[in-house]
């Protein structure tokens, strides 16, 4: 079992940074994917970003794509996601996710994610 908690969500003004952290506890996220995903009110939830923690391989959604990095911290057993250039249409709640996986691939699809943390609230100002 693996219990997510995200942090560093708040409030910016557009065109600015933040960086949310996803800490794993109860296993390592050594054989696992790890995704940020995010659910503004009234739509879907959409993919952000993934990483693989076994192979590094990342992958990213379009929208974001060139603005936001994922990485991951081996130590601290936590995947950050640093957001820059901030947008308007960024702000929702974003949800760390994870599955178990030794593979490369990483999955766009929410339903394909087995672990979930309680999301954190990012708004972006105009």
């Known amino acids: 079992q693996v219990q997510l908690v995200e942090s560093g969500g708040g409030l910016v003004q557009a065109g600015g940074s933040l960086r949310l952290s996803c800490a794993a506890s109860?296993?390592?996220?050594?054989?696992?994917?790890v995704a940020w995903f995010r659910q503004a009110p009234g739509k879907a939830r959409e993919f952000v970003a993934a990483i693989s923690w076994s192979v590094g391989n990342t992958n990213y959604a379009d929208s974001v794509k060139g603005r936001f990095i994922i990485s991951r911290d081996n130590a601290k057993n936590t995947v950050y996601l640093q957001m820059n250039s901030l947008k308007p249409e960024d702000t929702a709640g974003y949800y760390c996710?994870?599955?178990?996986?030794?593979?490369?691939?990483?999955?766009?699809?929410?339903?394909?994610?087995?672990?979930w943390g309680q999301g954190t609230q990012v708004t972006v100002s105009s």
């Open positions: 109860g296993r390592t996220f050594s054989s696992y994917a």
């Open positions: 996710a994870a599955k178990y996986s030794y593979s490369a691939f990483l999955s766009v699809f929410a339903r394909e994610y087995d672990y």
